[in-house]
């Protein structure tokens, strides 16, 4: 299945497509209990291919953190230069950096079986990131994810306290926070692919 155009027209901005059984960043664990707006968030860092001098670090987020505790969070992304299209249970984001030739899509991916929503709904994610460069110039891009266990909520702070476990498979590593919400046994998982590259004898 194709992506559908990221064309300005069909893209709606600041805008979440539901992630299963919640939004990006309010994942229903049971009835109205969400994750509220925090510190879940994706940071972009740019340095240069040869001497790794740092270009560029922002959020990729047009979100305002004045009135939050974390007020030190920037982002340099321009609402202009953001598109998003949901076809759940898929959605595309399009972050244009212009002055560096850049342009990432971040392919949101829900996994559920088709026509069966109901048993096969979870609240999973898999972020699929692209990074196209038509700049001329050779950069180095990492893409660091940030994660607040909990659900930010203050009623349930103490809670948020969690230990952690070191997960790996075959595929990727990662980790899992494990803790408590309202009472309710609770544990996130998150981990990355691991893919062994090639270099380029070139």
Known sequence: MEAPPLSR???LRCSAL???SGAVQKITKKKNLKRRKGGTRFILTVHT??????????????????????TNWTS???SENTRYRGLFPRAWREIEIPEFGL????????????????DTSFPVCNFHWTVINTSGNEYVISLTFTFRNG????KWEREGECRTEYLQTTSGKGMKLIHSINSMPTTFAIAAEQVNVVPDQD
Request: charged share 20%; with cysteine; glycine share 4%.
């Open 9 to 11: 027209r069909l893209m």
């Open 18 to 20: 539901p992630l299963t």
């Open 49 to 70: 291919a040869g001497s790794s001098e740092l270009l560029f670090q922002s959020l990729l987020t047009t979100a305002d953190f004045k009135d939050s505790s974390l």
């Open 76 to 78: 340099c992304i321009r």
């Open 103 to 118: 342009t990432l899509i971040c392919e949101q991916v829900s996994p559920v079986i088709p026509h069966n929503y109901e």
């Open 151 to 154: 659900t930010g909520n203050k």
